[in-house]
């Protein structure tokens, strides 16, 4: 499995961003797909996760992010996206895409769980 992910920049306090993460290597639609985070100096932190079951999407975020981040996927093209609203100085970190095989459905917010992980998108929030 090979996850790219891109979108990074720089945005202004309160403007908007959307990442994207391209998954390859295996059938994209079984595998739980997630967004982490790392700032200078912190350890990496859960933002949101996604998936799809049985026709069903069920995501999670992080109470940091609830209400300004949305996870979506698009199973047609194998990739993940992290849409970024009212974004903050605090959002500034290195984003990273993340996925395990479940087709089961059980899921993760731990970052040890997942299998695979991308080289990460730089996020800078500054005015």
């Known amino acids: 499995v090979q996850l790219q992910a891109s979108g990074g920049g720089l945005v202004q306090p309160g403007g908007s961003l959307r990442l994207s993460c391209a998954f390859s290597?295996?059938?994209?639609?079984?595998?739980?797909m997630a967004w982490f985070r790392q700032a200078p100096g912190k350890e990496r932190e859960f933002v949101a996760r996604?998936?799809?079951?049985?026709?069903?999407?069920?995501?999670s975020y992080a109470d940091s992010v609830k209400g300004r981040f949305t996870i979506s996927r698009d199973n047609a093209k194998n990739t993940v996206y992290l849409q970024m609203n009212s974004v903050k100085p605090e959002d500034t970190a290195v984003y990273f895409c993340a996925a395990k095989n479940s087709p089961t459905g059980v899921t993760s917010t731990t970052a040890r769980w997942y299998q695979y992980w991308g080289k990460g998108t730089l996020v800078t929030v500054s005015s």
């Open positions: 996604i998936s799809w079951n049985i026709g069903n999407y069920a995501e």
């Open positions: 290597g295996r059938t994209f639609n079984s595998y739980v």
